[in-house]
């Protein structure tokens, strides 16, 4: 999404981003699933509850075998020349060190779910668990094993594929930090049309 230019040459900032096509349907359907949360509760639950049963019945398996396909992605793309890509022009410098970006990393992306998931998510899968007895010895390392994969390397490399995709394409294409950059290699240009907002919109009902 190209910026309007100043009288300097230099890429003038947007006075808002706020993206009609973009929110106001957005809106539209959350509206719609609070109006019917609040007046149909019983039915709200049926059909939500339907769904994730029939999600989590079909694509376990693949919500498992993608986010360690994320982890080997990354460990590869680290070791491989591309690792040494700059995530901005080529003679960017890093705006802090080393040391300050990732205690921000991680206190913004783990603290408030290790503060309360971290005790909370074992229990939870204790009392019940997906496929063994509540309360039972087995439970118990079901539910660690759930667990550390919920928040351990596999969950980093989902926040990293996302990360890279947006800091990639917003520093060195300068395209907006929204979900339709990740896609500007396949639609090009087309990312600032219907289809690009739709992704917007997409991910953020999601």
């Given at each position: ?19 009609a ?7 539209v359907?959350?509206g ?111 539910a ?25 394409f917003?520093?060195?294409y ?5 979900m ?7 639609l ?19």
């Open positions: 999404m190209a910026h309007p230019v100043n009288e300097s040459g230099a890429a003038a900032a947007p006075k808002t981003t706020f993206s096509p973009v929110v106001v349907p957005a809106l359907v959350l719609a699933l609070l109006v019917l949360c609040g007046a149909f509760p019983d039915l709200a639950d049926r059909i939500f509850s339907s769904a994730q049963s029939w999600v989590v019945g079909h694509f376990d398996w693949f919500y498992t075998v993608i986010v360690t396909m994320f982890l080997v992605f990354l460990i590869l793309l680290a070791c491989s020349r591309y690792g040494d890509i700059r995530l901005g022009p080529d003679d960017a410098k890093p705006e802090f060190s080393f040391l300050s970006w990732t205690a921000m990393l991680f206190a913004a992306g783990m603290g408030i779910g290790l503060m309360y998931f971290g005790v909370g998510e074992p229990l939870q899968h204790y009392l019940n668990p997906p496929t063994q007895l509540a309360g039972t010895p087995e439970a118990a390392r079901e660690l094993t759930s667990t550390f994969f919920h928040w351990g390397l596999h969950a980093w490399a989902i926040y990293g594929v996302m990360g890279l995709v947006l800091a990639y917003g520093f060195r300068n395209l907006p930090l929204t339709r950059s990740g896609l500007y290699p396949l090009q240009q087309r990312i600032n049309g219907p289809i690009g907002h739709g992704v917007d919109t997409f991910a953020l009902v999601g």
